[in-house]
């Protein structure tokens, strides 16, 4: 079966699963399990790398063929340090990608809307295909893409906690009225909370620490590779309806007449 490939600006992916390289025990470990994830977008925090180094252990593992770089503006608190961080991004890593990221608050690292918004509009305006992470707010995704953005990223539960879809009503709403893509990311603990964010029409997912943290990241990467597409097919096959009543699948008249 032929699969859909999602287009976000000007790239087009095979494979909806995209991916963080964050928290794994070793860069070789972290390269080896995006590998197995298949994904074709990785996220890479502006931080974490010497940009000027070509040496740099964290660039010679995510320099793949198959791997688009989105390097993201993690640590940054106000919009003034997003289009700084941003800027610096393009420069150093050579691609107007961006992974907009502004969470002032270091215990819950929710994303502040108001300097996320003012950041993705000039962000825009300077040339970036800007990906934002984001509350799943629909109010808020809406003006989002009405600035520009590529596609919208909202939060399925905090970072990193690993509690799945808790704002799934939310979801719900956004990728109704959006008509831009829409990538569930953070919160994210399991394959299935993945391949269930795929069936409720999410165009992609991003997932770090429930792969990062696993006894087997490689494994874990495969499970979730297989997830999202388990996910995709079933959106696109349409799912079943659910009932209040009984349905039996098969005739029982016959049955019971005998």
């Not at 931080?47 to 503006?73: A, C, G, Y």
């Not at 050579?94 to 918004?117: A, G, M, Q, R, S």
């Not at 905090?158 to 799934?168: E, H």
Request: aromatic residues 4%.
């Amino acid at each position: 079966m032929d699969r859909q490939p999602l287009t976000i600006a000007d790239k087009t992916f095979t494979s909806r699963l995209f991916t963080g390289t964050g928290k794994f025990g070793s860069a070789q470990l972290m390269e080896d399990a995006l590998l197995a994830s298949g994904s074709e977008l990785v996220t890479v925090a502006l931080k974490r790398v010497e940009t000027q180094n070509s040496q740099d252990d964290m660039l010679i593992h995510v320099t793949h063929p198959r791997l688009n770089l989105l390097p993201n503006t993690s640590g940054v608190r106000t919009a003034k340090e997003a289009v700084f961080a941003a800027q610096m991004a393009r420069e150093a890593l050579e691609t107007n990608w961006l992974k907009l990221e502004i969470h002032p608050d270091p215990k819950y690292l929710l994303p502040d809307p108001i300097e996320t918004l003012k950041a993705a509009e000039e962000l825009v305006r300077l040339g970036f295909v800007v990906l934002p992470y984001c509350h799943a707010d629909p109010v808020l995704c809406k003006r989002l893409e009405a600035v520009g953005v590529a596609a919208v990223m909202p939060l399925g539960a905090p970072i990193g906690t690993n509690k799945g879809l808790r704002t799934i009503d939310f979801l719900e709403i956004i990728i109704d009225q959006s008509q831009v893509p829409v990538v569930v990311d953070a919160g994210l603990g399991a394959p299935s909370h993945a391949a269930a964010a795929m069936e409720l029409g999410a165009d992609a997912v991003l997932v770090n620490t429930a792969i990062a943290v696993s006894d087997e990241p490689v494994r874990m990467a495969m499970a979730f590779k297989l997830a999202v597409e388990a996910g995709r097919m079933a959106f696109e096959a349409r799912l079943a309806r659910p009932s209040l009543t009984a349905h039996a699948s098969s005739p029982l008249t016959a049955f019971l007449d005998e």
